[in-house]
């Protein structure tokens, strides 16, 4: 794929994701806080992302290049209200089972850390995860 077409799929996920109107979708998962990158190994860090799920726009997603989805997660979180100059890391938890939820972990530079949830119609969720009760930084089972 062309530059100009990576380009246009950012800003295609970027639209998506300042949809408006989306549900509380992370807050029914529940789980707990813990420390960024506590129970979040380099391994799992590493670990392929699949692409081929239910959800269309975590597949869309998870086929960027890591710099360029830091890019949509920033402006996800900075549309949702949420304050984050730059996305510098970010982690796939996994696929919930509601709506094929996708959940990622996201660190801003500025030091907060973020959890976002894409559901398979686009929406989406942003929660700060010092300030909700769900867990940040763990891969789900």
């Given amino acids: 794929m062309t530059r100009g077409g990576q380009l246009l799929r950012v800003a295609v996920l970027a ?4 949809a408006c109107g989306s549900q509380d979708i992370a807050s029914s998962i529940g789980g707990n ?12 860090l590493l670990q392929p992302i ?3 799920t239910p959800n269309s726009e975590h597949n869309r997603l998870a086929s960027m290049r890591p710099g360029l ?3 949509a997660l920033t402006r996800a979180i900075e549309s949702a209200g949420g304050t984050c100059n730059v996305v510098d890391r970010s982690f796939y938890q996994g696929m ?3 709506m094929h939820t996708s959940l990622w972990s996201a660190h801003c530079k500025t030091g907060s850390d973020w959890r976002i949830s894409l559901d398979d119609e686009g929406r989406f969720r942003v929660l700060e995860c010092s300030a909700s009760s769900v867990a940040c930084w763990e891969k789900l089972d």
Avoid at 33 to 44: H, L, R, S, Y
Wanted: charged share 30%; no cysteine.
């Fill in 33 to 44: 806080n813990t420390a960024e990158g506590q129970k979040t190994t380099a391994t799992e």
């Fill in 15 to 18: 639209m998506l994701l300042t």
């Fill in 50 to 52: 699949p692409t081929d």
């Fill in 69 to 71: 989805r830091d890019v």
């Fill in 96 to 98: 919930a089972k509601f």
